[in-house]
């Protein structure tokens, strides 16, 4: 390791008043070394990004450094003024984000963006510009570089897009590069390449990294050094291997036992046990376009001929990435959407050709739990009447429902005075068993849960996994488990279906499908699962 | 996109006759028909005379086949015949078309470019007093009703200040000619032109003031910072650009209403045009007329939603190739 390129001593940020905490970041110090990759790992609001957003003077209105420094080149940052900060930026320090579908600008090409990377900075001549756009275009590895250079953003893959935000960093070679979860909303084995490709370029080049995550996975991938964030603090810095091996701070050993493990000990036991659901044939097919004066129709089979059982007491997870049509077949099986082909059978009864009263009395039997905490409850309903207006719709009196309302508030451990409360009061954790209490109170068999752990950070994501748990051997539930993430289905999950592009291509006992996957595709994903190597080295 | 084109237009005829067959029977619903009205007017109102002009006019045959007559009429480009005018519908339209299309088109003009402008400019100095000023204006020309504005103009402007003609299309017997006669129309446009626009300013102001402070908060806006780019670039050609879209949507709304929106205006301004001989129209239950400028109005708000489309396209990259 050579000399610190940059470092932060004592910084401290504040917030605006009235926030949960007085400051953002408060007295943090590190160094990035030329030529390491400094994982910076916390769970959201720990202040990782923030010290990021203040090295690129790009912190949000109301929140100001007030104390420390951040010397980089001799110079404090903090004090330099924005016309040298102008210059500062995207020249010697650049930064990628964590949404490559909102990162880029929708309306310019791909090549006009990253050729104001240079005109920013007063660099080269139009043609030379669009010349370097393509060259670094094929750098980053984009298939067919000349027509992504003439593609507007939304032509672009996730994961195409990201490569292009690399692109344009590395475009003046900086010194430092900040990457702020940059493969968080990308699919595992697109994750895999793009974290392949950091580490990459950051060889070649010898650049700087900050990398900020919330995924010890990708850390154990990338890192070479390690800062861990709580409140604003850091807890814990030290080489990658000493932290992932050996954690020393309490809050480090929590996120890090939070993660959940891939070795999975669960065989299928729902032999001779009931069935609760059986599908058939599931197929359902996406049509947009066409109509009355023609168009252009696109068709996409988004399930295709797709049959799995599940018996009383048992978990199946549903995995897949996105566009795999794991979240399609969800909806078939509520009747959010009606299955084009296929049979659903319930208790007996084919769901999928269910309408009117028989189809909402037969609802009651499955319910569904959804991924974003925040946008599934009704903001203007108070808690109680979201659990309770189900078994009101379906006919209990109104005293009898608001009642089971609290017991069921109980149920998923949060206070009974809940129920007068309105969704924005509580944390994304305490939304989702609100959720969960809700989908409980119809009293259903059969719960299916779409990426229902997803949006929560690890140690609030082991909690409810737990809940879960609980709650299926206490009620005696069936679970579906909708899922992109294969580490939380091998902790949750008896049997495991994994689907591509709209097929089931291979189903097993979770056990089977992580220690000897048949398929091809099956393999490619659990390969691509962060941290899976060092896990495995761990284990043995 | 020719393919686009055809298409709509194909849609558009289809709505268009539909249109005018609801029209006709909507016009029919009222009570009184033109025979009964002249002849009141005449003085005449004995049975046989209003029973010898309904013959005359055709209003004696069933409705269905008056419909009928007057569809296939439409089909070949005749708008039909005013008996009350004594002159073709179309030619009746046409001689008024230039006045509205001047007085709506420049209250297009001038509510688009202030009300994008004063919106960026309240959007670019948030919470300041300027922004508060724009923003209070906005609401006050959102909230005035047009006829009392455009009353509230005539009696301030032209009869207490005396600075702009009120009403009228140009000075009564001054007979102008060449430049003279272009800046007496110029002057007599300002007013009407103005209180017109009023809502549609409010409207853009508030729109693209509530855009771009929406689009500034975006990532990729954020990604242009950390490009060093300076902050008039961003402003200009990623957050302008971006919040343009819904006002694009706005104005297209708006333009749909060049022909048959300003009847208010028309009236109280004394303007020429379309909406007073809407107005006169209905007043002596002119049937052809009338039908004629709905016809006409709805057609230009269907070209003008086909020109929206269209312009969204070069607009928006995710409609054209999408």
Known sequence: MSDPVLRIENLRIALPEGAD????????????????????????????????????????????????????????????????????????????????????????????????????????????????????????????????????????????????????????????????????????????????????????????????????????????RVAVMQYGRIVETGSADAVLDDPQHDYTRKLIAAIPKLATDREQDAIGRQKVLEVEGLSKTYVTGGGLFGGNKRVVKAVQNVSLTLAEGETLGIVGESGSGKSSVGRCLVRLMAPDAGTVRLAGQDMAKLSGRALREARKSIQMIFQDPYASLNPRSKVGRIIAEG????????????????????????????????????????????????????????????????????????????????????????????????????????????????????????RAIFENPQNAYTRTLIEAIPGREKELAAAG | MLRFILMRLGKAVIILIAILILNFFLIHAAPGDPAAVMAGEAGAADEKFIADLRARFGLDKPLLTQLGIYLGGVLQFDLGFSYRQQMPVADLIFSRLPATLLLTMTAFVISLLLGTLAGVLASARVGKWSDTLISTLALLFYATPLFWAALMAVLLFSVTLNW???????????????????????????????????????????????????????????????????????????????????????????????????????????????????????????????????????????????????????????????
Not at chain 1, 191 to 212: D, P, S, T, W
Not at chain 1, 443 to 464: K, N, Y
Request: glycine share 8%; net charge negative; charged share 20%.
């Open chain 1, 391 to 510: 078994p009101m719709a379906h006919g209990v009196p109104k005293a009898e429902a608001y009642a089971r309302a609290v017991e069921l508030l109980e149920l998923v451990d949060l206070d009974a005075l809940s129920i007068d409360r309105y969704p924005h009061e509580f944390s994304g954790g305490q939304r989702q068993r609100i959720g969960i209490a809700r989908a409980l109170a119809l009293e259903p068999r059969v719960i299916i849960a779409d990426e229902a752990v997803s949006a929560l950070d690890v140690s609030i994501q082991a909690q409810v996994l737990d809940l879960l748990a609980e709650l299926k051997e206490k009620l005696n539930l069936a679970l579906i488990f909708i899922t992109h993430d294969l580490r939380v289905a091998a902790q949750i999950c008896d049997r495991i279906a994994v689907m591509q592009m709209g097929e089931v291509v291979e189903m097993g006992p979770a």
């Open chain 1, 21 to 224: 905490r007085d400051y953002a970041v408060d007295d943090v110090s590190f160094e990035l070394n030329a030529g390491e990759i400094l994982c910076i790992v916390g769970e959201s609001g720990s202040g990782k990004s923030m010290s990021a957003n203040a090295m690129m003077g790009l912190l949000p209105d109301l929140v100001r450094p007030v104390g420390g420094s951040i010397l980089f080149d001799g110079v404090d940052l903090l004090t330099l003024s924005e016309a040298q900060l102008l210059d500062l930026r995207g020249r010697r320090i650049a930064m990628i984000f964590q949404e490559p579908m909102s990162a880029l600008n929708p309306l310019m090409r791909v090549e006009d963006q990253i050729a104001e990377v240079f005109e920013a900075h007063n660099l080269l001549t139009a043609k030379e510009r669009s010349a370097r756009a393509i060259a670094l275009l094929t750098e980053v590895g984009i298939p067919d570089p000349e027509k992504a250079a003439r593609a507007y953003p939304f032509q672009l893959s996730g994961g195409q897009r990201q490569r292009v935000m690399i692109a344009m960093a590395l475009a003046l070679e900086p010194e430092i590069l900040i990457a702020d979860e940059p493969t968080t909303a990308l699919d595992v084995t697109t994750q895999a390449q793009i974290l392949e490709l950091i580490r990459n370029l950051q060889e070649k080049h010898g650049m700087a990294v900050m990398f900020i995550t919330h995924d010890f996975g990708v850390v154990a991938e990338i890192a070479d």
């Open chain 2, 164 to 322: 702009l003609p009120g009403f009228g299309y140009e000075t009564v017997g001054a007979n102008y000619t060449g430049f003279r006669r272009v800046l007496d129309i110029g002057q007599h446009l300002i007013l009407p032109a103005t209180t017109l626009g009023l809502f549609f300013m409010a409207v853009y102001m508030r729109m693209t003031r509530a855009s771009m402070l929406e689009v500034s908060q975006l990532d990729f806006v954020k990604t242009a910072r950390a490009k060093g780019l300076r902050s008039g670039i961003i402003q200009r050609r990623h957050i302008f650009r971006n919040a343009m879209l819904p006002v694009v949507t706005l104005a297209g709304l708006q333009a749909g209403q060049l022909v048959g929106g300003a009847v208010l205006t028309e009236t109280v301004f004394a303007w020429p045009g379309i909406g007073r001989l809407m107005f006169e129209a209905l007043a002596q239950r002119d049937y052809n007329v009338l039908l004629g400028v709905f016809f006409i109005s709805s057609a230009m708000v269907l070209l003008f939603n086909l020109i929206t489309d269209i312009l969204y396209r070069f607009v928006d990259p995710r409609i054209r190739v999408g």
